[in-house]
């Protein structure tokens, strides 16, 4: 953490600042939705938020 204190040209930002800077650099998605900063992960179909990991790295959902 310290590296990037050290390398980074900028100003610090707030968090509220960051995760602004965050959503507005993701854009839309293709269907128009907004994807956000702070929310559960969600199935691309049905939007549910009830899931399980598994030990590959995926998220499986019900």
Known sequence: MLV??????????????YEAA???FTGKCKCGGQFRF???P???RCRC????MDN???LCYD
């Open 22 to 24: 965050i959503e507005q």
């Open 49 to 52: 938020t009830d899931f399980e």
């Open 38 to 40: 702070n929310v559960p």
């Open 4 to 17: 990037i204190k050290e390398l980074f040209p900028g100003e610090p930002l707030l968090e509220d600042s």
């Open 56 to 58: 590959t790295d995926a």
């Open 42 to 44: 969600r199935c691309p």
